[in-house]
T-cell receptor, first 113, second 115 residues
């Protein structure tokens, strides 16, 4: 079935260091969404990328969609303790008329003050 | 502004018991979804609904049933609970897709343990 690989599974950084998580698909994607889940919380939508090579920024977060639309990355500059959580990418299910998403396994980010 | 509300928040069941998880949304969303989240597995879609009175199977539907009698409510039922169904269950809702996907809005989750 359709799969989305997300790496790394876990990353521990010192506050102020940068962080990047990657999402890879074997098939071409129509779009990709990113969600953040705080510990004990629920996933919260961050952003959607649609165009090849698209780059979007939200303050210290930079989201990129690959030129071939098979991969995406989320980069956080100068992490803060508020960035702690699991970051998920989500892609459109191949039967996509129903807004179904396939979620990656997530990257858990730990930030040490 | 409640968004998506799930009840209960926590529950412990014995093997073989039944229960229903309730999801209610006040955003007038057409689409609703039930996911389960297990360590290292991300979110997996159990069932979903694209409108009142319609439901469909997701990735992992076995052992679960759903109903969408009203647009704002989506119920997930476990007829005979099994330990393998111990998980965190999330409900989500969204507007219909229009070319690109719509963001999904999640409830706070139900933490279910089956002994």
């Amino acid at each position: 079935g359709q799969q989305v690989m997300q790496i790394p599974q876990y990353q521990h950084v010192q506050e102020g260091e940068d962080f990047t998580t990657y999402c890879n698909s074997s098939t071409t994607l129509s779009n990709i969404q990113w969600y953040k889940q705080r510990p004990g919380g629920h996933p919260v939508f961050l952003i959607q990328l649609v165009k090849s090579g698209e780059v979007k920024k939200q303050k210290r977060l930079t989201f990129q969609f690959g030129e071939a639309k098979k991969n995406s990355s989320l980069h956080i500059t100068a992490t803060q303790t508020t960035d702690v959580g699991t970051y998920f990418c989500a892609v459109r299910h191949y039967g996509g008329a129903t807004n179904k998403l396939i979620f990656g396994t997530g990257t858990l980010l730990a930030v040490q003050p | 502004n409640a968004g998506v509300t799930q009840t209960p928040k926590f529950r412990v069941l014995k093997t073989g018991q039944s229960m229903t998880l309730l999801c209610a949304q006040d955003m007038n969303h057409e689409y609703m979804y039930w996911y389960r989240q297990d360590p290292g597995m991300g979110l997996r879609l159990i069932h979903y609904s694209v409108g009142e009175g319609t439901t469909a199977k997701g990735e992992v539907p076995d052992g679960y049933n759903v109903s969408r009698l009203k647009k704002q409510n989506f119920l997930l039922g476990l007829e005979s609970a099994a330990p393998s169904q111990t998980s965190v269950y999330f409900c989500a809702s969204s507007y219909p897709t229009t070319g690109g996907n719509q963001p999904q809005h999640f409830g706070d989750g139900t933490r279910l343990s089956i002994l």
